[in-house]
């Protein structure tokens, strides 16, 4: 049962369009980015929705490692392919900004995939494979970033969380939207973990000495020191599969990094050798298919919704009361917001009013007496 109060989705995109805006963000690109965060809170992906506004993007604005302005260079192109320079700026307008030329890329020619090098934290990455679904097509993404995940038989954070997302058209009321990090957790889920006051489960990260810890607050900063890990899925060692996890980290890794030319690992780190804060210069990337030009859009989401249908229906384990398919919790979740909006608790709610109060700006939320 949420106890948390309600702030409609209008005021909160509006709000933060405002917050962006007065942080140098022009006022289209400050739409873009308001978008992203929210629709993590539509589809109830709170680590990466308003829990991160401020300490992601706007402290990191004010420290200098993310540029509010996005100055978008082409570096190569064909008629199927795109690689850009973000140069530092908005991760999340320059991944509108590819998808948007891949998907009409794709519209031509069937398939298209980009690249962009030298940018910063593109948000939730469903929401870029979302937009080839909405024209009827595949989204594939995936982005690298600052290390935190040990590879197989190590200790020491070498890659980051590493993405691999793929959206596809059904013929339900949601698309197959699988949209996760390749280690267990991420640090999002952290950051939520530690603003809520609990425990990170143990097995999930893994010190020099090859234990666990579970202080939320105590693994960022540890964390943040290179004193702990993240463990890629499958958990420690092989025995659980944990070098499939590693592997597929490493496929984000050299993806993103090698298609853009740009750095990859411990050159992601965000900080210069003495500790001092630093550009991060990630690197994503992005395929698009058009299923008109294999057997057509209509076949592709009747046998993807028949997939997904006959695995729910399938014998359920003892005490289960249903069986999900990806994306459909994320639906529910909507269906459940839509009216109400997104919620915010205690921590969320001091950060609005500080920074509305800091910008003199003509807000009042609902959780206000």
């Known amino acids: 049962m949420e106890t948390r109060p309600y702030v409609p989705w209008d005021l909160m995109n509006a709000f933060m369009i405002d917050v962006f805006r007065r942080y140098g963000v022009p006022e289209e690109d400050a739409a873009i980015c308001a978008d992203v965060l929210l629709e993590s809170d539509r589809r109830g992906i709170e680590s990466h929705g308003c829990n991160r506004f401020k300490p992601i993007y706007l402290d990191r604005i004010e420290d200098g490692t993310l540029l509010p302005v996005t100055k978008l260079d082409i570096l190569k192109e064909t008629p199927t392919t795109l690689v850009m320079d973000a140069n530092n700026g908005m991760g999340m307008v320059a991944s509108y900004r590819m998808m948007e030329r891949l998907i009409e890329k794709a519209r031509q020619y069937g398939m298209a995939g980009g690249a962009v090098?030298?940018?910063?934290?593109?948000?939730?990455?469903?929401?870029?494979?979302?937009?080839?679904?909405?024209?009827?097509?595949?989204?594939?993404?995936?982005?690298?970033?600052?290390?935190?995940?040990?590879?197989?038989?190590?200790?020491?954070?070498?890659?980051?969380?590493?993405?691999?997302?793929?959206?596809?058209?059904?013929?339900?009321?949601?698309?197959?939207?699988?949209?996760?990090?390749?280690?267990?957790?991420?640090?999002?889920?952290?950051?939520?973990y530690a603003r809520s006051g609990k425990p990170t489960p143990a097995g999930l990260v893994v010190t020099p000495d090859g234990g666990t810890m579970t202080d939320s607050a105590a693994i960022l900063r540890e964390m943040r020191a290179g004193n702990c890990a993240l463990l890629p899925l499958g958990g420690l060692g092989e025995d659980t599969g944990g070098y499939k996890g590693y592997g597929f980290t490493t496929i984000v890794e050299i993806l993103s990094a090698a298609l853009a030319g740009g750095p990859y690992m411990k050159a992601l780190s965000g900080k210069n050798p003495d500790g001092s804060k630093k550009l991060f210069r990630l690197g994503h990337f992005f395929f698009v298919i058009n299923p008109a030009f294999f057997m057509g859009l209509d076949t592709f989401r009747a046998t993807a919704g028949g997939i997904l249908r006959d695995l729910r229906a399938a014998?359920?384990?003892?005490?289960?009361?249903?069986?999900?398919?990806?994306?459909?919790?994320?639906?529910?979740?909507?269906?459940?917001?839509?009216?109400?909006?997104?919620?915010?608790?205690?921590?969320?709610?001091?950060?609005?009013?500080?920074l509305r109060d800091r910008f003199a700006l003509p807000y009042r939320f609902p959780f206000e007496s």
């Open 315 to 354: 014998q359920k384990a003892p005490g289960a009361a249903r069986i999900y398919t990806a994306g459909e919790k994320e639906y529910l979740a909507w269906q459940e917001r839509r009216d109400k909006g997104v919620p915010v608790g205690e921590s969320i709610q001091k950060e609005l009013c500080a």
């Open 117 to 192: 090098c030298n940018s910063t934290h593109y948000g939730i990455a469903g929401y870029w494979t979302g937009m080839a679904e909405k024209a009827g097509m595949i989204g594939i993404t995936g982005t690298n970033a600052r290390p935190s995940v040990a590879p197989t038989f190590g200790v020491e954070p070498m890659m980051g969380t590493n993405p691999l997302t793929f959206t596809m058209p059904t013929d339900e009321p949601f698309p197959f939207n699988f949209d996760c990090a390749t280690s267990i957790v991420q640090n999002g889920k952290i950051e939520y």
